[in-house]
């Protein structure tokens, strides 16, 4: 069974930063893209970062320049750092891994979410 275990949320001040992190375990035979998502009250769940299984990355617009998401193939474990924080980033972060597993083959997985909240 996949499991995607999420960790690195918490409350932080305007202005600070967070890094997230994202451990797929289980019986996989590889992954593809890994994904950050976030969800704040009353919106709808949003791509924040993306990174496929060689590296090339894409970011929402409100985040470029601030975020960073990298990955570490050996550990199947995907990060995001989260610099310069605003109140606007206060979501739930959610990881998304689209992988192959033993059973029952390639979809898409996601993880229990994290709290990021922002507030002075």
């Known amino acids: 069974q996949v499991q995607l275990v999420e960790s690195g949320g918490g409350l932080v001040q305007p202005g600070g930063s967070l890094r997230l992190s994202c451990a797929a375990s289980?019986?996989?035979?590889?992954?593809?893209?890994m994904g950050w998502y976030r969800q704040a009250p009353g919106k709808q769940r949003e791509l924040v970062a993306a990174i496929t299984s060689g590296g090339s990355t894409n970011y929402a617009d409100s985040v470029k320049g601030r975020f960073t998401i990298s990955r570490d193939n050996a550990k199947n474990t995907v990060y995001l750092q989260m610099n310069s924080l605003k109140p606007e980033d206060t979501a739930v972060y959610y990881c998304n891994a689209d992988l192959v597993a033993v059973l029952p083959g390639r979809g898409g997985y996601w993880g229990q979410g994290t709290q990021v909240t922002v507030s002075s």
């Open positions: 289980g019986s996989i035979f590889s992954i593809y893209n």
